[in-house]
Every structure is written in structure tokens, then in C-alpha cells.
């Protein structure tokens, strides 16, 4: 893997120029095996590229690459699994080749087939090219979002890169926050692309590709997934079949490499899948790699070590401490360089380094929830909006009548008899959000209610600010007749997936220079997945029928057939114990006063909530955390 960044200037040609090497050294954890720059001041414009070696090892696969005739130049980010099948096309059609690269494959397709050159590569990509014929740059994201690509454009310069550290080196960037976008972030826990946390600064979004010329930036799609309007009848063997080829065949597409090759297996279903298949088709036993907790009810290592011990893999373990949380807790500023909630990068951060001291290149089980309704929320959801037929408004008002506590009384000794789409974890915090939305029957609506983090209302009373829509609004209007299930579904593959899970993994992974490769994100995967019905994906109350028969092909099912735990962390009680003091230095009422993010009296309410031990506001008091450890990384002069 690797880091590429650039600029586009006649004006501030110069003052660009001189930046270039800097923010080229903010990415070398993306690339510390080479780097490498290319400025033409004729034509105003300055690439640079980092790179982690992974195929061709050789000098022969060093960027900025130029064509034969030095008219064009990419700066390439990725791996593209189907590169030998085009360059064999290419052969063919004329084309000679100096090194043995996918990048050269990639620079020779644009050069015969231009744009359309993107719908026919297969991996993981975010590549720019400078295209001196046309005197414009053409940068490229892959389909699903698996690589990042940030752009930052003004009426005088264009800036690009792979992580927006890079971007801050320039000295023409302006860090200027964008306000809508600290409430989006406290709302879902993350920046929805194509916004970032700065203004004039967007994230290419999947699947498009954007044209740069005389200062203008147009966008376009090159690639979405599929509209389900009539999902496809199937015989649950010959789907089955199918599914097994067209996995067998991801997988065994990213296991190419010319260095040390493991994966990341949690002891859940999909990362299972992944690691049996790889097994098949290995030759060795592969390395795997897991975290473990201390704590009972966060710890799957028992299942991944049960797992790896059957499928006979070479496996490596660590134990999660609150100490070695703390440690990572000072990076994350660093690694996650936009505000990032999601408490699962600790781990994600730990299990990358464990992994990278033995392999360069690691498997993971990403994108199985959001193909085949792996996540408690879409079953939480779709039985809601059922029930909801049948729930007068009456009820609910009267439900707003009973104190929480009381409910919680006659709700806890029932929670274990209960299907899992009905245990709520963090009770009061959920149940507050029902009522909240008790009154709505949209489907939309509904949805947000167990993604979000912080309501509106609870936004606006932090900050004074409110809530914008987003692309969250929008994905879900686009496909209204698909089922419920779909459509939930499709929203998170367009927006949670790419911003949240593959940021997580891709900033983890680099921030030890471990590439993570996502076979079930595959685009021939997720146009099958797509079309399958809805009970082969969710089934009796749970999720993910069709990957548990594929995985009782290789796995007894006692191995793992049991409730869906998450890659979480027991925050709650370290925020009560180890983590305390560290907690409440950052969210003090005199510095919350000081740095004027955040009202400290709703916020001091929060955590005294919290310490009593009644109410776990672990995600909520996260994210106020993760925001000023950002704003003192990266707005020291605020």
C-alpha cells in the first residue's frame, strides 16, 4: 500500500512546490520503503508518492511513473488483482511493458481506453494521473472506498492525498473548520463524505472519478451498486455454489503478493470465512492474528483460537490491557487525522501492529454485516417498523409517562429470554431514543434512531449548532421500492461503510504499514449479494444465513453459531477506573470553557451520569474526548 499527494497551481507554483516534500514525509508510514517526486512548473503541477513494496519489489515499480513518452504520470494508491489479465490485453493491442507493476498496467489502460479504464480494474484503488495530452488531472477512487482520496480546491490551487495530515503541510491550506461538519461528526461519529471536517475539503467519493482543468474540479460515477427492484429466486444450494466460487476466487486474488501474508481473524463468522477459504488455496498454514480482553464480555479469543486451532492456521494473540489502550488513546489523534469515533480503532490499531511484526500484507472479514444483514441494528429495525403497525400513538405517549428506572426493572430479568434483535444493550440511552421517535413510522427515521450518536436536540444543546441533512438522506431515497432490509443495507454500503469500517481498517493498517486486503468487498461479490432475496440474509431473528451455510462447508457449528459480540472495547468501566483521571482532565469544565467546543455544564451532567453507574454514555463521552484530543493535535493555534 501507499501514499500519494499532489498539487495543481500556476499561481502558486513555487510556494506549492517547496511544500511537496514535507507533505510527501507525513505519509511515510503509508510507504516507508521508497518515495519518490514530480514537478513540471510549465504545467503548474506536483506529484509525490510513498511506497509500502508489495508487488514488484523492483525499482521497476517506483512512482511517479511516466508512460513511454513522459506525457502522463500517476501517482497510485492500492492493488488492482486483475492486472496481469489486462496487461495481457494490452500486449496484445501493442503495448509494452518495463516492469512486472500493476501501477504500469493501470497507467497503459488509461492510455488506451481513458476513464472507461476504470470499470475494468478489480481491487482496491485511489490513484491520480496527470494527463499531458489533455492538460488535466483524473483522479480515480475504487468502487466500494476501500482506499481514501481527499481533495482540497480553491479558486486559486487544487490539493490531493491519501490522509489529510498531508494536505495540512501545504502551506496554502487553510485548516478552517467547517461547523456543519462538528455536528454530522457528533451525530454519527463520524464526517459523512463527501464532506471533511475543513472547509473547501471533500473526500472523491466511491466509485467516481474527478476531472481537474483550469481550476475546475467535475465529478463523475464510474461505478454504483446495484438498484434492487426484483431480487432473483434461488435454489439455496446453487446459491451457495456460487457464492463459495466467486469468494474462493476473491480471496485467492488477494493472496498475490511478494511479501508476508497473514489475516486478521476475530473468531466471527466472516473473518472465519475468509481465513478457511484462504486455507484452501494456501499451500502453508496461513498466520492469523487476534486481540483478546481481559474483560469476559468483550473477549472472543477463545472462538479465534478454537477457529484457528481446527483450520490448523499458524496462530498469534495479544491481550488487550487498559495501559496498552492508553497508549494507543495518545495516537489516535495522529492515526485517525479527521474526528473519528468509533472506539473498535484501538483494537483495529492493536491487532494491525501484532500483525505487522510478522506479515506485510493481511485478509480481513470487512463488509459481510452490511451484505448480509449481519448488524443487530438492522434486525432491531426492521422488527421496529413491523411492530410499528401495530403500536397506537397512544402507547407511546403513555410509555413517555413511566420513569426509566421502573421499566428497567421489569425489562433486566427478561433480557436473556429475549431474541437478540430485542436485548438492548446501554438501556436508558436506547430507550430515550425510542421515545424520542416513538411517533415516527419511517422507515429513514427509524434507521437514524439506532445509528446515531447524538440526537438533534442533544446535538444543539453541546454546541448550539444543529444537525444538516447528508447523504444519508439521500441514499435512502434513492432506492424506495427495495425491502426495508435492502435499503438499510445499501445506505451503510454508500455511507457507513466507506467512512466509518474502511476508514477504521485502511488508517489502522497504515499507521503500521500493514496493507489490509477486504476479499468480501470484492464489486463481483457485492453485485451478487446484492440481488439475493432477503431470507437467504436474514432468517429466524438473525442475520447472515447465507455465510453460515457457506461457513458450516469448513467450520462445525458450534465453533460459531452465537449471539454477535462486536469489536468493541469495555471503555464504560475504564472511563469509571483506569481511565478516569484522563477522561476528566480533557472534558473539565475549565478547559471545555477554555477551548469553547462544547456547553461544559450538559457535558459535566453526562459524565456524572455516567460515573454513577447507571447509564453508560461510553460511545457519547468518546466522541467529546476524540474531538478535542483532534482540535489540540491539529488546531494547536485555534
Known sequence: ???????????????????????????????????????????????????????????????????????????????????????????GLGHHFRSESDTEVILKAYEQWGVESFNRLTGMFALAIWDGNKQQIVMARDRLGIKPLYYHHTGEHFLFSSELKAMQAFSRFSPNIDPEAQSLFLHYQYVPGPRTIFKDTYKLLPGH??????????????????????QNEL?????????????????????????PLGALLSGGIDSSLVVALMQKVSAAPVKTFTIGFEEAGYDESPWARKIADYLKTDHTELFITPKAARDVISDISDVYDEPFADISAIPTILVSKLARSEVTVALSGDGGDEQFAGYVRYWTTHSLINSMKYFPQSMAEFLTKIPPPLLFRFY????????????????????????????????????????????????????????????????????PHASDLNQMMRVDMNTYLPDAMLTKVDRAGMASGLEVRVPLLDHRVVEYTMGLPDHLKYSAGTGKYLLKKLLERYLPPDLFVRPKMGFGVPMGAWFRKELKEFLLDYLSPSRLKRTAWFNPSYVEGKIQEHMSGRVNHQYRLWSLLVWEMWAERWLSGR
Open 412 to 479: 433486566r430479568p427478561l433480557i436473556r429470554f429475549l431474541p437478540q434483535r430485542f436485548r438492548i444493550q446501554n438501556f436508558y440511552d436506547k430507550w430515550e431514543k425510542f421515545l424520542y421517535l416513538s411517533s415516527q413510522r419511517e422507515l429513514k427515521e427509524l434507521y437514524r434512531m439506532t445509528i446515531c450518536l447524538w440526537t438533534p436536540e442533544e446535538v444543539h444543546a453541546l454546541t448550539g449548532k444543529t444537525v444538516p441533512g447528508s447523504r444519508y438522506e439521500t441514499e435512502f431515497d434513492r432506492n
Open 1 to 91: 500500500m501507499c501514499g500519494i499527494t499532489g498539487f495543481s497551481s500556476f499561481k502558486h507554483f513555487q510556494n506549492l512546490s517547496a511544500s511537496l516534500p514535507e507533505a510527501s514525509s507525513r505519509l511515510t508510514h503509508r510507504g516507508p520503503d521508497d518515495c519518490g517526486l514530480f514537478v513540471d512548473e510549465t504545467a503548474g503541477i506536483g506529484l509525490a508518492h510513498r511506497r509500502l513494496a508489495v508487488i514488484d519489489l523492483s525499482e521497476n515499480g517506483r512512482q511517479p511513473m511516466a508512460n513511454d513518452n513522459g506525457n502522463m504520470r500517476i501517482v497510485y494508491n492500492g492493488e488492482v488483482y486483475n492486472y496481469r489479465q489486462i496487461r495481457s490485453e494490452l500486449i
Open 235 to 259: 435454489n439455496e444450494t446453487d446459491a451457495l455454489d456460487h457464492l463459495e466460487a466467486l469468494l474462493t476466487r476473491a480471496v485467492s486474488d488477494r493472496m498475490i503478493s511478494d511479501v
Open 209 to 230: 472519478f474527478c476531472i481537474v482543468s483550469d481550476n475546475s474540479v467535475s465529478t463523475y460515477r464510474f461505478w454504483d451498486i446495484p438498484d434492487i427492484h426484483e
